[in-house]
């Protein structure tokens, strides 16, 4: 897997200053605590419940609305944050820009648009 030097090594940010390892297919390690990683095309079939996640960066491309995110919270997710503009049209997806709207950032939404991860 790609994890440990994509989280090691970037473009714009530089090195990354802390020790990151990979111990098996499913573990990585920073400053030696244990990270779980996981994958899968159905977020309805994530164990965010047993991984007890807050928050999940849905930065595929492909779940741009409330019906594709609400899946993340299905399976335990408590939030979802969508790394690109979003495709809902109902409104139940608030999209809240750093520098422009963040300080009106609604908690009671579950989920949230950034934008662009870009932007």
């Not at 897997?1 to 970037?10: A, H, Q, R």
């Not at 309805?44 to 999940?56: C, F, G, K």
């Not at 849905?58 to 899946?71: I, M, N, P, Q």
């Amino acid at each position: 897997t790609p994890g440990p030097p994509l989280l090691k090594y970037d473009s714009i940010l530089g090195t990354f200053g802390a020790d990151v390892q990979m111990v098996d297919d499913e573990t990585i390690t920073v400053d030696g605590k244990p990270i779980k990683c996981v994958s899968g095309r159905d977020p309805a079939t994530m164990p965010w419940a047993e991984m007890n996640v807050d928050l999940v960066i849905e930065g595929t491309g492909v779940f741009l609305d409330g019906a594709g995110c609400s899946k993340h919270l299905q399976a335990g997710a408590k939030k979802v944050l969508i790394t690109a503009p979003t495709k809902d049209k109902t409104g139940s997806v608030p999209t809240y820009v750093v520098g422009v709207n963040a300080d009106e950032y609604d908690p009671s939404f579950d989920v949230i648009s950034n934008a662009s991860c870009t932007t």
